[in-house]
């Protein structure tokens, strides 16, 4: 990895918060990289994962708002009916537009608009749920030259989007939620 701002990209649906709360809290307080993570939540609730994970991690977390600057260390979690996207700046954008996979935020948005800024210094990662959502977004990463990690399938609450993921990305590594977390916490990802 070069000295370019590095990321993590993180997409999870169903089950999300139980594979979150083994990966997210392993990460140290003093974690060099930023993490942007997309989860399907209900469009016509608050999203409240910020404030529940504000609890679990030693890493500073919150919801991402527009036209924020992406600063290292932190977790950003996209908020509800809106799509999360990275632009050329470093900065944060949030979308209304349509729902992709049915799904806004969409983990696909964040991930394609992700591989297009850090390229080689992005990691993707997708974890348990119900949809193909991901899949075409982790492809993008492996083309920019990013790492692609799946959650096992055997391993997810749901199994649909971690195959998604491996079908269209062959060559992504497929870990348990504890391999993910070792992954990240000693920042091994090339």
Do not use: W
Request: charged fraction near 20%; aromatic fraction near 4%; glycine fraction near 6%.
């Amino acid at each position: 990895m070069n000295d370019s701002p590095s990321a993590i990209a993180i997409g999870a649906s169903i089950g999300a918060i139980e594979a979150l709360s083994i990966v997210l809290p392993a990460l140290p307080a003093a974690y060099a990289r930023s993490v942007l993570v997309v989860v399907h939540v209900p469009t016509d609730t608050k999203n409240t994962l910020a404030e529940l994970f504000i609890a679990r991690c030693r890493i500073a977390v919150k919801e991402a708002e527009d036209k924020e600057q992406i600063q290292a260390g932190t977790v950003y979690f996209a908020p509800a009916d809106y799509h999360l996207l990275v632009e050329p700046d470093f900065t944060l954008s949030l979308s209304s537009e349509e729902p992709v996979h049915y799904s806004r935020p969409a983990i696909d948005v964040l991930f394609e608009s992700a591989a297009d800024v850090y390229g080689p210094n992005l990691t993707g990662i997708v974890l348990t749920g119900a949809s193909s959502d991901g899949a075409n977004g982790l492809r993008a990463i492996c083309r920019g030259g990013g790492a692609a990690i799946v959650q096992a399938p055997e391993t997810a609450k749901n199994d649909a989007m971690p195959r998604a993921a491996l079908v269209a990305c062959p060559s992504a590594r497929a870990l348990s939620l504890e391999g993910i977390a070792a992954i990240l916490k000693n920042e091994i990802v090339a």
